[in-house]
Every structure is written in C-alpha cells, then in structure tokens.
C-alpha cells in the first residue's frame, strides 16, 4: 500500500468542529474510495469517487459528512461539528482507471484516526 | 452488501498452509475474487485476484471453482506475522466499487 498518502495520521476534534482528512492517491490513479472502520468493526464502504464526479455515496451519512475530489489536489473527507460517535479509522483506497472487468487492484492508506473529544 | 460469505475465524499452526475459504455464490460473470488482509490496525494490504482461473505470487494463491461460486486463499507456509483479518470481496468493472465483509480473523500459532 505504499503510495497512498493520507494526512493527517491522528486527528483530535472537539464536539461541534470540523474534520478535513485528506487522501492523496497513487499517481496516475483517478478512482478514490472512503472507508469507515469502527474499533473492532469492519470496514463500511461510505463513497467512491473519480476525479470530479461522486461515483457512489450510498455509505454516506446524509448529514455532515461530505466528499470530494477535485481536478487538481488531493480527495478530502469532510465531516463538520463531529459527534464522539465518528470517532474511527477512516481509510483511503486509489486505484487507475479501470481495465475490463475490473482487472486492477485498489491500494490502500495508512488510515486517519480520528478522535473527538 | 459485501456479496461474499467467510468463517469469521480461523487458527493455523505456524509453518503449515493456512487454507481460506470464501463462498460468492451469486458472483455474476464479470466480476473479479479479491483478497485483502488488515494487520492489527493497519491499512488493508493487497493479497491476490483473479477472475476465473488459479493465480499465484509471492504471497499466495487462489483457487477458484469452476462454477465461480466459491474460492480459497492458500499462504503455503503460514508464518506469525500472517495473523491478520483476510477480506474476500468481489469487483465489477462498471462501478469498480469494493464492499467489506466481516472478514475471518487467521490467528497463526507457535
């Protein structure tokens, strides 16, 4: 998985701030998913996204969460006045653009760990 | 919906093949088998895919039934730092989205 830098590592928030992690994907990689993952939980699937375009967003919470990835820079997962309930791992993925059949594999980051307080 | 179903644990003693299996019994034709492990808390690694036929390198191999419907992660000599949390998961080439299942926790022993 190396390649896929997410930033910052560890994040601290109080109740009623925002959140901004961010998720530079490998070069030449145009395709982004988001992942959230509970302590001792799997991980949810919450939005993809190529460059530009919100692919899927059906893991998304409808409030307060929002995600994008613009032409220029990296993907950011924005979660604004956090809860103690959002704290998690969240994870990046990138992967190129798709061959046929989905013939290529998805790298992931090392995660951001958010904790509110 | 993950669209895989996997034991949700495993133990393998140290040394030996440390056998996965995965059923994806609704897995349409275009749709690839991939495998991910996540070492404690770390980012999910890349294992190994394939679409139909048996794939290997230097970390495992898959074997895929000929009906497509299940599939087994092989890591022929398990070592310690094997332990993890393996994710079957399976990907199309429209949408190129990856869902999650719960996994199966591998525990290697001594």
């Known amino acids: 998985n190396a390649g896929v830098m997410q930033n910052p590592r560890h994040l601290v928030r109080r109740r009623g701030q925002e959140a901004r992690l961010r998720c530079s994907p490998m070069?030449?990689?145009?395709?982004v998913y988001w992942y959230r993952q509970l302590p001792e939980e799997g991980l949810k699937f919450m939005v993809y996204?190529?460059?530009?375009?919100?692919?899927?967003e059906s893991g998304m919470p409808k409030e307060r969460f929002s995600a994008e990835f613009p032409k220029e820079g990296p993907s950011i997962l924005r979660i604004q006045q956090v809860v103690r309930g959002d704290s998690a791992a969240y994870f990046c993925?990138?992967?190129?653009?798709f061959g046929f059949g989905g013939d290529n594999e998805a790298f992931f980051g090392q995660g951001t760990r958010l904790t509110v307080v | 919906d993950a669209k895989t179903t996997q034991p949700t644990s495993m133990d393998c003693a140290e040394g030996r093949a440390a056998n996965l299996p995965c059923n994806h019994s609704?897995?349409?034709?275009?749709?690839?088998v991939y495998w991910y492990r996540q070492i404690h808390s770390q980012g999910p690694q890349y294992i190994i895919h394939?679409?139909?036929n048996n794939e290997t390198n230097e970390m495992a191999s898959l074997i895929i039934t000929e009906d497509r419907k299940s599939s087994t992660l092989i890591l022929p000599h398990a070592t310690l730092r094997d332990t993890a949390v393996y994710y079957c998961?399976?990907?199309?080439?429209?949408?190129?989205?990856?869902?999650f299942g719960a996994g199966t926790r591998l525990t290697v022993k001594p």
């Open positions: 070069k030449g990689h145009s395709h």
């Open positions: 993925a990138s992967s190129p653009i």
């Open positions: 996204l190529q460059k530009e375009n919100i692919i899927d």
């Open positions: 394939g679409l139909k």
């Open positions: 998961i399976v990907r199309a080439g429209l949408n190129n989205d990856m869902r």
């Open positions: 609704t897995i349409s034709g275009n749709e690839y």
